[in-house]
């Protein structure tokens, strides 16, 4: 989150700085004297405004420059939101997995529990079968 963040505020600040370099200002008009000049002295402008900087083969080099960085950054944060996806639905999976894994134990457990259940109903039916036999070869002995 923090690196989106500072994308956008990168992306503002490189928007911000290609606006004022892309549009040239214009020259301050100096100001006209109220009175006329002597040919002795003549009349000193008053303090003009100093122009803007032209937007110069650096400068553009410079936005441009930046507007690359936060097109990479830009595109580092996509790039680290998809593997965080990736590994958000790696996660999710494999807790699926172990749900069904888990699941899967249960059954084979159930299945092995009825399967020794089973025999030993029939180890027990085939012990009470043998001492029954041996009661009635007792008896009739």
């Given at each position: 989150?923090?690196?989106?963040?500072?994308?956008?505020?990168?992306?503002?600040?490189?928007?911000?700085?290609?606006?004022?370099?892309?549009?040239?200002?214009t020259?301050?008009?100096?100001?006209?004297?109220?009175?006329?000049?002597?040919?002795?002295?003549?009349?000193?402008?008053?303090?003009?405004?100093?122009?803007?900087?032209?937007?110069?083969?650096?400068?553009?080099?410079?936005?441009?420059?930046?507007?690359?960085?936060?097109?990479?950054?830009?595109?580092?944060?996509?790039?680290?939101?998809?593997?965080?996806?990736?590994?958000?639905?790696?996660?999710?999976?494999?807790?699926k997995?172990?749900?069904?894994?888990?699941?899967?134990?249960?059954?084979?457990?159930?299945?092995?529990?009825?399967?020794?259940?089973?025999k030993?109903?029939?180890?027990?039916?085939?012990?009470?079968?043998?001492?029954?036999?041996?009661?009635?070869?007792?008896?009739?002995?």
């Amino acid at each position: 989150m923090n690196k989106i963040i500072a994308t956008l505020i990168t992306g503002l600040f490189a928007t911000s700085v290609y606006a004022q370099t892309a549009t040239p200002a214009t020259p301050a008009k100096p100001a006209t004297p109220a009175t006329p000049a002597t040919a002795a002295a003549p009349a000193a402008p008053a303090v003009a405004a100093t122009p803007a900087v032209p937007a110069t083969p650096a400068a553009k080099a410079e936005v441009k420059e930046e507007k690359a960085v936060a097109k990479a950054e830009m595109k580092e944060t996509k790039d680290v939101a998809k593997a965080d996806a990736k590994v958000e639905k790696a996660a999710a999976e494999a807790k699926k997995d172990v749900a069904v894994a888990k699941a899967d134990a249960s059954k084979d457990k159930a299945k092995a529990t009825a399967k020794a259940d089973k025999k030993k109903a029939a180890a027990a039916a085939e012990k009470s079968s043998a001492v029954a036999e041996a009661k009635k070869d007792a008896v009739t002995k």
